[in-house]
């Protein structure tokens, strides 16, 4: 299982850019990605990933949890969720077969987002 937790102060840290490593953990770069898409400010709470597989398929399901801050993070989490599902991701030898937002929790001048994602290798 892969796991990760740390704020945007990581954000340019993308490990599997351009990886030859055939099944190397998408996540980092789908997390980037997610959070340039929420804008600033956001943080990963948390995010993990573990292996998934069917009959003809394999890759990873992930959790991810972000938290979006400042008065305009209703806006924000309204502008993020929209159009999620048909999204074009870029993953190095990925691609999203299923995202969703599982559950918002919002404060004022907070939202916390908990969503997870099923990537799949691109054979």
Known sequence: MTSIDHHTATRHS????DAPVRGKDPLPRLLAQLIERAGDPV?????SSRPWASAL???????????LCG???????ARF????EEAEWRLTRHFVADITIDAVQSAPGEE????SALTIEDW
């Open 14 to 17: 993308v490990a599997n850019e």
């Open 43 to 47: 943080s990963v709470e948390r995010a």
């Open 57 to 67: 398929f394999q890759g990873r399901r992930h959790m991810i949890f972000l938290r």
């Open 71 to 77: 008065p305009d993070a209703a806006e924000r989490r």
């Open 81 to 84: 969720a929209q159009g999620l």
């Open 112 to 115: 916390r987002i908990e969503m």
